[in-house]
Every structure is written in structure tokens, then in C-alpha cells.
């Protein structure tokens, strides 16, 4: 491999030097040592592996050296080493493209040492073969379970990463069906919590006057019907994750009590009067814009602010390009497997169908739309007559078909067979016909 | 051993940084005694003229330093410092933390010279 060439660029001599020093001791490395963000971007056609950029310099700030290195170079990994412990500026540079964020604190040289080596991992991958790149996709998990290609969701993946390791809140946004409980379940499940519960609660799926003890649990006799004690959500997360789903459907009396539990990292439950330690990570998601219900008087402002913690915004499918096709391919070969049939393909003609709609329920229409076809379908692949893009239409097409009810009966016979693995009893009473109807059209060849 | 001999440093973490390379300490140890007086000079005369703001930098500056470095009892200074400067507090407990760190900095100048310049 060449040499993997990195620039520092830290304006305080010492730690410019002792980083310079420290890196060399790879003698992969060459190492380059800047004072200014101009210097680094005069330097940049030397294409470095990677950028460790001090945040403070005294001609321009780490953002923008970082900006215009993105502009030009968007490949390239800038690391931002920091003086100061700061939340915001951190979840700023990760949204903006930051590699990675640190403080010139105690553990420096491990993850210099860590990034280093997954960057180069990265590089040496990068240059390796085309099916081998599916290689890195394969090493991370959550990139298992949430399939994707497109550079929008890459950078959720990114996001993602970085939320798995820290404790920080998650604010999840997006459409319906875009994945985003997917992805709440992916971080926790990616995390060093991950042995601990995932809890989820669906606010607008909970009575209003239940949900409070539904989250916070209650005493004995705390209402009429509160016939024993309930530990709550929260309390059932402990050490692990709590998401709240539908977070904009909370009404306000509920909102400010929930601030009061996330400021205090307390609850009590209804009817008691115990303080109860609580310690879960907090993931929200809506497909509301929050900000909008801020404005509009519906969302609390500071409960928005506490909550807000890393955003990802989840981008609509329509915008994920190729990852239609992609994912449509992927939810034929799930529901074949699952369902013990033979693969299907997908003709170029669906295809283009696909690619042409606007999908409003996003990833989870896709799904539905792709199961339909498939059991539509009786050939070994899905062209575009078996793509229907609501599900009115997709009955209406069955019966376009013009069959015979016996031609009816037998294709969803079929299809429930091969729906319960030939298991014919089971199909029977599914249907609620008698299984000797079955076995005799199985032997007159007619299924 | 008495207290007095035991120095105010520890390059523990320097060697974990630059490893154990002689030539690559003394360099560092150079790059100490030649940039940490004048950020030790912009602090106190940052406090003396009131100039809170560059107390503050040199503060911040110095920080990583004093890490890597291992000086004794520093670490909760150097942070007080800094947040004290920022906050425009140049009272007279500020004083008082800056006196200390010059002392404890004179030491280790001191013992750092003996050690690596003068063999
Ligand atoms: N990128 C993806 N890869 C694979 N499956 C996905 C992906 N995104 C979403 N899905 C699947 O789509 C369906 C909808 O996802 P999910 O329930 O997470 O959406 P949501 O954003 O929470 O929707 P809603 O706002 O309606 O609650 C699920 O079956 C999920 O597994
Ligand atoms: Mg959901």
C-alpha cells in the first residue's frame, strides 16, 4: 500500500508536534503538520487519507477549513480535535460531515489510533474488488437490517454510528414508513445498551389519561381500576433504551410532566409519592415537523430543545434513488424465503414502474406492493401487470383477470398453500373449506 | 523517598504518545521548556492587565500541555482557570490558582531541565 499521507493541522505547536511525533511511529504514515486552515487548504492536491483539524485556528474556524475541504474533497475523512467539551458544535461537524469529533482529553491516542485504522480499513477496501464492498456493508449490523445504497441514507448510516456510541437522545424524523422505528431499534440494538430493553411506547396509541402511568407506571389504588402496582415504561427500560414514538401527539399537560422526568432523571408513579432513579436512553420519533408544532403553540419549546439531541432525518424513498429497486429486490427474496416459494425476479419493465411512483408510505408501501405482486405473480418473475400502487386497485386487478370463480378458488388456494408450507389441514381451516376439496383438486392436477 | 525528590511530572502519557524513543522525548521536553513559559507569561499577564479573554486562550492552550505532561495537581487548575478566565472572574481566588500553577510550573521546568538538558 502507499504511504497513507495525513495532515494535521493544529496552530498550538506542542500538540501539533507530539500528534505529528505520535502518528509517525507507523512508518505507513507520512505526516504533514499545518499551523493555518489556509496552509492545509493550500496543501490539499497532496489528496491526504485524512484531515485531523484542531477546531480553533487562528485564521479560520475548523468548520469552514472543513466545509471547504468537503467542497473539494468530499472523500477525504476530516477529524475534528477539539479543546472543548461541546455538544452542539459536536453534533454540528458530525451533520456537516465530520469524521469523527473529539476532545484533547485522556483517550486521544486510542481513538486516533481506532479512526486511523478504520479509515484505513476503509481505503484498502475501497480498492478492492466489487463484491468484496459489499464486505463493509456486512460488517456493521444495523447496516444488515436497514438496507440502502444512496448517498441519503448513507449518511444516515453515519449518523447512526455515531449515535450508537454515546448516550446522547435521538430525535428521529421522517414520513410514514421510511424506517423510523427501524432505526431507533438499530441503535439501541448497535449499542452498549444492547442487552438491556428496548421499550417502545406509541404515545398516539395510548388513551390520554392513561398514558402517564403508562410511561410512569402506578400505585395500587391510584384511580378506579388501578388494582396493582404498574411499573412503567421508563422503569422498564432501565439501563437500556425507552422510544417514544408519535412524540408530537403528546398533549401539553403530558409534555411538561415529561420535562420535569427528563430534567430530573426521576419519576414518581401515579399515586405514589417514592422518587424512582431512571436510567434510559431516550429515542423520539414523529412524522411531524417539530419545529412547526413548536411554532404553532403545540410542542413545548424546551421540552423540543432537551429532546432535539442528535436529529436524523430520515429521507423519503422517493429520494433514495436506486434504493427502490434495491430494497424491492430485497423484500421478494424475504417473502419467497418466508414463505418456502422459488425466487422471483423482477422484470425491467416493473422495475421502471417502480422507480417512476412517489410512494407516500414510503419503504412500507414498497413492501406491501412488492408481497402482492409476488403473490399475484404465477410465473417465476414479477413484470410491471402485477405492480399495483394501491391496494383497491391491486383486488380490482384480480378480477380484471376475468376467471372463473373456480380459477379464483384455486389461485387462492395456491396461494395459501404455498403461504402454509403445502400444510393442507391448515389451509382448510384457514379457508374454511374441507380438506378432501383440496386434496381432490391437488390430485386432479388442478393445483 | 522524601517527598522533595520525587518530580512533578510524569511523561507516562507522552510515551504513550510519541513511544519510547529517546530522541523523540528530548525533542518534546525541548518543545516544553521553549512554548510553555511564554503561555505561562501571557496568563499572568493576562490576569495583571485584566486581559480575561487571552488569559482564557493561554489557559486553553496550556491544557492538553500539562495533560500529556502529567503535572502534579493541575488538572482540576488548569480547568478552573479557564473557566474563571472566561467567565471574566479575575478575582482573587484566580490569583491564587495562577500563583500555584507558576510554582508547581517552576518546579518542573526545573526538574525537566536536570533531567534531559543538562547530561
Ligand atoms: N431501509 C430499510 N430496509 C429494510 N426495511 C425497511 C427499511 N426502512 C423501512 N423498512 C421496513 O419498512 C416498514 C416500515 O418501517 P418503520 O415501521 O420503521 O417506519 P416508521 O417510519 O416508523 O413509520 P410510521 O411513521 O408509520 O410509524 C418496516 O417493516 C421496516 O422493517
Ligand atoms: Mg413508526
Known amino acids: 500500500m502507499d504511504a497513507f499521507r495525513i495532515f494535521i493541522v493544529e496552530d498550538d505547536v506542542f500538540y501539533g508536534e507530539m500528534l505529528r511525533h505520535h502518528l509517525a511511529l507507523n512508518p505507513d504514515n507520512e505526516v504533514h503538520l499545518y499551523k493555518t486552515g489556509e496552509e492545509c487548504l493550500k496543501n490539499l492536491y497532496r489528496s491526504p487519507a485524512m484531515v485531523s483539524l484542531d477546531y480553533s485556528l487562528p485564521d479560520m474556524s475548523g468548520l469552514d477549513v472543513m466545509r471547504q475541504i468537503k467542497k473539494e474533497h468530499p472523500e477525504i ?122 421499550v417502545a411506547i406509541n404515545v398516539s396509541a395510548v388513551p390520554r389519561d392513561l398514558i402517564e402511568s403508562e410511561m410512569f407506571g402506578h400505585e395500587k389504588g391510584a384511580f378506579t381500576g388501578a388494582i396493582t402496582r404498574k411499573i412503567g415504561k421508563f422503569e422498564q427500560a432501565s439501563g437500556g433504551t425507552i422510544f417514544l414514538d408519535e412524540i408530537a401527539e403528546m398533549d401539553l399537560n403530558m409534555q411538561a410532566k415529561l420535562l420535569r422526568v427528563i430534567q430530573e432523571r426521576e419519576l414518581t408513579r401515579v399515586g405514589g409519592n417514592e422518587l424512582i432513579k431512571i436510567d434510559a ?13 413548536v411554532q404553532k403553540g403545540n410542542f413545548r419549546e424546551d421540552l423540543y430543545y432537551r429532546l432535539l439531541g442528535l436529529p436524523i432525518e430520515l429521507p423519503p424513498l422517493r429520494y433514495r434513488g436506486n434504493d427502490i429497486i434495491l430494497l424491492a ?119 | 523517598m522524601p517527598e522533595s525528590d520525587k518530580n512533578h511530572y510524569c511523561l507516562d502519557k507522552l510515551i504513550g504518545f510519541v513511544g519510547n524513543d529517546p530522541d523523540a522525548i528530548k525533542n518534546m521536553v525541548n518543545l516544553f521548556l521553549s512554548t510553555t513559559p511564554d503561555l505561562l507569561q501571557s496568563i499572568n499577564s493576562g490576569f495583571h492587565e485584566g486581559k480575561a479573554e487571552n488569559l482564557a486562550k493561554a489557559a486553553h492552550t496550556l491544557k492538553p500541555t500539562l495533560d500529556v505532561f502529567g503535572v502534579e495537581d493541575t488538572y482540576d487548575l488548569i480547568r478552573s482557570i479557564e473557566q474563571k478566565a472566561k467567565r471574566s472572574e479575575l478575582d482573587a481566588e484566580l490569583g491564587k490558582h495562577i500563583e500555584q500553577l507558576n510554582t508547581t510550573m517552576e518546579l518542573v521546568f526545573q526538574e525537566l531541565k536536570l533531567a534531559y538538558l543538562e547530561t
Request: charged fraction near 30%; charge should be positive; glycine fraction near 4%.
Open chain 1, 77 to 198: 475523512p476530516v477529524i475534528i480535535v477539539s479543546g472543548q467539551e461541546d455538544i452542539s458544535t459536536a453534533v454540528t461537524l458530525l451533520r456537516e460531515g465530520a469524521y469523527d469529533y473529539f476532545v484533547k482529553d485522556d483517550d486521544v491516542k486510542d481513538r486516533l489510533w481506532n479512526v486511523l485504522k478504520k479509515i484505513r480499513e476503509n481505503v484498502q477496501l475501497r480498492s478492492e474488488i466489487s463484491y468484496l464492498k459489499e464486505e463493509i456493508g456486512r460488517k456493521y449490523e444495523f447496516r444488515n437490517v436497514i438496507k440502502g445504497n444512496s448517498p441519503s441514507i448513507k449518511q444516515i448510516f453515519g449518523l447512526i454510528e455515531k449515535s450508537i456510541k454515546t448516550n446522547i437522545s435521538v430525535s428521529i424524523t421522517g414520513e410514514t414508513g421510511t424506517g423510523k422505528e427501524l432505526v431507533a431499534k438499530a441503535i439501541h440494538y448497535n449499542s452498549k445498551r444492547a442487552k438491556k430493553p428496548f
Open chain 1, 281 to 293: 436512553r431516550l429515542i423520539v420519533a414523529t412524522n411531524r415537523n417539530l419545529a412547526d408544532e
Open chain 1, 329 to 447: 429486490k430485497y423484500f421478494v427474496d424475504e417473502f419467497c424465503k418466508e414463505n418456502k416459494m422459488k425466487k422471483l425476479s423482477i422484470t425491467e419493465s416493473a422495475q421502471q414502474k417502480l422507480m417512476g411512483y412517489h410512494f407516500p408510505g414510503n419503504v412500507r408501501e414498497l413492501r406491501a406492493i412488492i408481497e402482492l405482486a409476488a403473490v399475484l405473480t404465477d410465473l417465476d418473475q414479477i413484470d410491471e401487470s402485477h405492480i399495483s400502487f394501491n391496494s383497491a386497485d391491486a383486488a380490482g386487478n384480480l378480477l380484471m383477470e376475468e376467471s372463473s370463480l373456480e380459477e379464483y378458488t384455486r389461485k387462492i388456494i395456491r396461494y395459501y398453500l404455498q403461504k402454509y408450507n403445502n400444510n393442507v389441514l391448515l389451509v382448510a381451516k384457514k379457508l374454511e373449506i374441507g380438506k378432501s376439496t383440496i386434496y381432490r383438486m391437488i390430485k386432479e392436477k388442478q393445483i
